[in-house]
């Protein structure tokens, strides 16, 4: 029997600042400020930031990250019935993740209008051929995700 997905709007906002704070610890590293976390049942069981830098590794995007951490807390490589919590609208790499790990909902800050691949530049998660489609809802506190980019990214300008 399938759950029925209850949207709680106080709750998207909590998880949503996690995944803020998490963007935050990313940027004191020097790393673009996204954060993501992966909650099942009300419980955080992935966390992440953006790391291509610090690990020299292409892949280490927050939300690739936070779910490879929750497939190890649930001990499966699918993680259905989760939600991701992540402060940008994920790129394609990271949409084709939530299909493979069977990400229940996608939850995200601002949209990405270079790379976005959920509403900005395609509706990934519309195309015929995938098997599972996420729940998605966008634009939870787009304008303090959208900040904390622009600020890093004008801080970053002044540096060089």
């Known amino acids: ?30 790393e673009v400020p ?5 909650v099942h049942n009300d419980t955080i069981i992935g966390r992440g ?7 020299n590794d292409p892949r280490a995007h927050a939300e690739m990250i936070a779910i490879y951490e929750a497939a190890q807390t649930l001990q499966n490589y699918r993680i259905p019935d989760t939600t991701l919590y992540v402060t940008l609208e994920p790129c394609s ?10 990400i229940k909902r996608l939850v995200f800050g601002t949209t990405e209008p270079k790379a976005g691949i959920i509403t900005s530049q395609d509706e990934f ?12 809802e966008g634009g939870v506190l787009a304008e303090e995700c959208s900040n904390l980019l ?11």
């Open 1 to 30: 029997m399938v759950k029925p997905i209850v949207i709680n709007r106080a709750q998207d906002l909590y998880f949503m600042q996690q995944a803020i704070v998490l963007a935050k610890e990313g940027a004191l590293l020097g």
């Open 125 to 136: 998660f519309e195309k015929s051929f995938l098997n599972h489609r996420p729940i998605i």
């Open 49 to 55: 930031f953006n790391q291509p830098i610090t690990k």
């Open 150 to 160: 622009k600020s890093f990214f004008k801080e970053r300008r002044l540096k060089q």
């Open 93 to 102: 790499m990271c949409a084709g993740l939530l299909v493979h790990a069977r």
């Open 34 to 38: 996204v954060g993501a976390v992966v």
